[in-house]
């Protein structure tokens, strides 16, 4: 891994500046947080998006993907493909599924027994 | 694994080995295989919790108020700073100089040991404010908002996400001390400094990780 | 790897030469080994006692079964045999069956490498595998554990008051094992191949062991956390999967099921590899369609990841969720049955030699067809809610997995055997204990398909008088079925003391591993060969076809045929 592209090794000020890049993704991702964004599902969208980009940055750099072998990017996309995978499928059926208990719970869920006493 | 990879090289290249070119690339695919399988094994807690965040949104968002967010994101950016020192480390350890490898793994692992410390604080604050399920959960908040049950399910997945998360943090000091002491004593030079690379890209995981973890249960506020 | 024209010529210090087996025989030796040889021996003793627990657990089942009334066993303890029975064959038989034992021993031998990339790894993942195995026996010791293997919540993780959490420990430990050998596999196959080994050559066995692997790998940590939420669950008493407190059941089936589907090809992947192997050896043919053989491992094993839902159909999954798994799980079907087709071809034309190996791989062609078009039945949404819980599913995954899997691990375990430990063992014997199992194993569970289309349920120790006959018949066959599993290990142990000398390619195989001595010295190659020919080079080795020895692999340059350098690409096919 390393011999093959030993020439373009990235030096200190190429860490140092995705290291600054690293920051300013955090501060943007927990300035968006505090925005009146209205329902749940693009709050989720801009977190994942940035946590995606900041994790881009230090899989390329830090982990040297970017300067290795070709199979190393490819071992290191498969977890997350098959993450993928996994959340996809079981998000199929929970966006369809007409849950009973789907309701807000400040109405009553229809099993929900709060005063469940563990076990 | 990353302490067994480490240490297999009694000769280098090792005896199944041909060459040192196979043995490093053997090595660098075995801990990325791993790092996949990390993935999957992290990746369930992350599924389950957006599964339930869909089923019951507005319980998981108070349970994100409830939550330190300025600890969090302290803890995102010393996390963030020890993978960069840790990034040096190998570089230097690629140069062969041995002192700087020491030097940046020991500051690498001073910002873990804080991001450690930080973590059981909170843990610690989140006890006093009655958030740890089936121990002290309480249904009203120390200022006196009701609590719905399923924030519990929330503190749950908080406290097993960030435990594990913890766990592996542990794991990784202590390989980075292992291989810092290797480091101190001449073991590593510009030709073989593969354990450093290795346990390189398990902290670097490891910050990955919690890259995720933290917007997941700390930024999503809004039901 | 070669084939020539100049004879082989017997080597006559046979007793002298230095082993893997005698290189040195302190117990301290094996135990601390890092040879893969030596390794995938002591998963074998390993896995073989844990085959005889489960199938001590499947007997009592059985005998209870004969009668309809609840006689033998008490319900509960019925509940911990199938329990027992399922944990102890699916995580400690199946799944590590042929992957740590014949994949361990000639994954190295067949693509001209030294070791596995981590030998003391594959050590560690022998010992976590026992480690493993000692809590789950201490469960078993302690009173078992009743919740069936799946674990299902909230049955498991609130309700039941047994052993769960120590299993489950077990279990947790065991897959990191399977995961640690997934690992090797991986980065051996990519990274140890011999000069000329490029993947276009890959033996079809290092072809599926490289999906299992990845199956393993990807498949594994799912379970191993999903478990662990269970037991977190369970010890802490926070709500996880509890329906009562806000908890999904459903996220565990699906979690499980997203393991434990892909498990299943964990299961029977390397059956596929054993198979390809001994029928294309006993055909004397070269494999019909390699790439089509090779690409439908690996679509097998990612299609697998696609297709859990259909495990959850009548659990309360959202309709829409049950007809997206209903399509996917028919899609499984095509790569499988491009196998078995491309098997049958190979075999067409071919000088099909009934040597026991091809026996059992026949039997599994056979057996692995039934198991997988009665899996059609399942995967159609409709009809499996008729047939879900029936015997018709213990029928369905009985034929994949112990006529299918046991079945191709047999195959396997008499090819290699000459090669392991340079014996032969007497062909009648093996003959006939092939077909005692063939036989018996349907008249085990042919019956059950009825039974389960009749409407008996699985997982009850007492049935209606309507089901007697066709249970007794079952029984019946399962006895069979045993004395089937016990000859074998009876007459291959007498035959590593007793047996003929094998020599190193008994059956004028192709393939690296028959080119060096049986069995092979510690280091395997003393040269690392160089590969210049296709993996199925059969129709090659003599002008007559067939009977033409194997020489030791040559230096490269040196190896002609008839003044004709043999490097055969396989795109000439
Ligand atoms: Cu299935």
């Not at chain 3, 209870?64 to 329990?83: H, K, W």
């Amino acid at each position: 891994m390393t011999t093959e592209a030993q020439h373009d090794q990235p030096t200190s000020r190429t860490y140092f500046l995705v290291l600054v890049g690293l920051l300013i993704l955090l501060a943007l991702t927990v300035g968006a947080a505090f925005l009146k964004i209205p329902g749940h599902t693009w709050g989720m969208i801009i977190a994942l998006t940035i946590a995606f980009a900041k994790a881009l940055l230090i899989a390329l750099y830090f982990m040297h993907v970017k300067f290795s072998h070709k199979q190393v990017a490819a071992f290191a996309a498969a977890g997350f493909v098959w993450l993928g995978i996994l959340i996809t499928l079981t998000a199929s059926d929970y966006i369809t599924r007409n849950h009973p208990a789907s309701m807000n719970y400040k109405g009553e869920p229809r099993y929900l027994q709060s005063d469940y006493p563990g076990r | 694994m990353s302490q067994l990879t480490a240490l297999e090289h009694d000769s280098y290249p090792a005896e199944q080995f041909e060459d040192t070119q196979q043995q490093s690339l053997a090595a660098t695919l075995g801990m990325w295989t791993f790092l996949a399988t990390e993935v999957l094994f992290f990746g369930v807690l992350f599924t389950g919790f957006y599964m339930y965040r869909m089923r019951w949104p507005d319980a998981f968002a108070d349970g994100a108020k409830d939550l330190k967010w300025y600890l969090g994101g302290i803890n995102t950016a010393v996390l963030l700073g020890s993978s960069y020192f840790v990034a040096l480390a190998v570089e230097a350890a690629r140069s062969g100089d041995r002192r700087r490898i020491v030097r940046n793994l020991l500051i690498a692992i001073a910002l873990g040991v804080m991001f450690i410390g930080i973590k059981f604080t909170e843990y610690g604050i989140e006890y006093h404010d009655h958030l740890v399920p089936s121990l002290n959960f309480s249904s009203v908040s120390p200022e006196g908002q009701p609590r719905a049950t399923q924030e519990q399910i929330f503190m749950t997945y908080y406290f097993v996400m960030t435990g594990f998360h913890a766990l592996h943090m542990i794991v990784g000091l202590c390989v980075l001390a292992v291989i810092a002491f290797f480091a101190r004593r001449g073991k590593f030079s510009a030709a073989y400094h593969n354990p450093v690379e290795i346990a390189g890209l398990y902290w670097h995981f490891v910050d990955l990780v919690w890259v995720f973890v933290f917007p997941t249960l700390y930024l999503l506020r809004h039901p | 790897m070669t084939t020539g024209t100049v004879p082989y010529i017997p080597a006559v210090e046979v007793e002298e030469r230095e082993t893997y087996l005698n290189v040195s025989g302190k117990i301290r030796s094996w135990l601390l080994t890092r040879d893969h040889k030596r390794i995938a021996l002591l998963y074998l003793i390993s896995i073989t006692f844990f085959f005889f627990i489960g199938g001590a657990a499947a007997t009592l089942m059985r005998l209870e079964l004969m009668t309809p009334a609840r006689d033998l066993v008490r319900p509960e303890t019925y509940n911990r045999l199938f329990t027992i029975h399922g944990v102890v064959m699916v995580w400690f038989f199946l799944i590590p069956a042929v992957p740590t034992t014949i994949g361990n021993f000639v994954i190295p031998l067949m693509i001209g490498a030294r070791d596995l990339a981590f030998p003391r790894l594959n050590l560690a993942s022998w010992y976590l595998f026992v480690f493993g195995g000692c809590f789950t026996v201490a469960a078993i010791v302690l009173g078992g554990v009743d919740t069936g293997w799946t674990f299902y919540t909230p049955y498991s993780s609130v309700y039941s008051n047994t052993n769960v959490v120590l299993t489950i420990v077990g279990i947790f430990i065991t897959g990191f094992s399977s995961i640690f050998t997934g690992i090797n596999f991986i980065v051996t196959i990519h990274t140890m191949r011999a000069p000329g080994m490029y993947w276009r050559r890959l033996p079809l066995f290092c072809w599926s062991l490289y999906a299992t692997s990845c199956i393993l790998v990807l498949a594994t940590p799912v379970l191993a956390m999903t478990v662990t939420l269970l037991a977190i669950e369970r010890i802490f008493h926070v709500p996880i999967f509890d329906p009562n407190r806000g908890g999904d059941p459903l996220l565990f089936q699906h979690l499980f099921w997203f393991y434990s589907h892909p498990a299943v090809y964990v299961m029977i992947v390397p059956g596929f590899a054993v198979v390809s192997e001994v029928v294309a050896c006993f055909s004397r043919k070269r494999v019909f369609g390699y790439w089509f053989v090779a690409g439908s491992s690996i679509a097998v094993a990612f299609i697998s990841f696609l297709v859990w839902g259909h495990h959850l159909f009548v659990a309360g999954m959202s309709m829409y969720g049950g007809i997206v798994f209903s399509f996917l799980s028919f899609t499984v079907a095509v790569p499988s049955a491009i196998k078995v087709f491309n098997w049958t071809a190979t075999m067409y034309n071919g000088s099909v030699s009934l040597k026991t190996p091809m026996l059992y791989a026949l039997g599994f062609i056979g057996l692995f067809t039934m198991g997988g078009l009665t899996g059609v039945f399942l995967a159609t949404l409709a009809v499996d809610v008729h047939l879900t819980d029936t015997y018709f599913i213990v029928a369905h995954f009985h034929y994949i997995m112990v006529g299918g899997m046991v079945t191709a691990f047999l195959a396997g375990i008499h090819f290699w055997f000459p090669k392991a430990t340079g014996k032969m063992y007497p062909e009648w014997a093996g003959r006939i204990a092939a077909g005692l199992i063939f036989f018996g194993f349907n008249l085990t569970f042919f019956p059950q398909f009825i039974l389960g289309y009749l409407g008996m349920p699985r997982r009850y120790a007492g049935y209606p008088e309507e089901f007697h006959l066709l249970n007794v018949m079952s029984s019946a066959g399962a006895s069979i079925l045993a004395l089937g599993y016990v000859m074998p290990l009876v007459y291959l142990i007498w035959s590593i003391k007793y047996g003929k000398d094998a020599g190193p390619n008994p059956w004028k195989a192709m393939g690296m591993e028959w080119t060096v001595p049986s069995p092979p010295p510690k280091e395997n190659f003393t040269k690392i060969p160089v590969v210049t020919q296709e993996a199925y080079a059969y129709h090659m080795m003599t002008p007559q076809g067939g009977d033409g020895p194997i020489l030791p692999p040559a230096p490269p340059g040196e190896r002609v045929e008839g003044g004709k350098p043999v490097d055969v690409e396989w795109s000439k096919q």
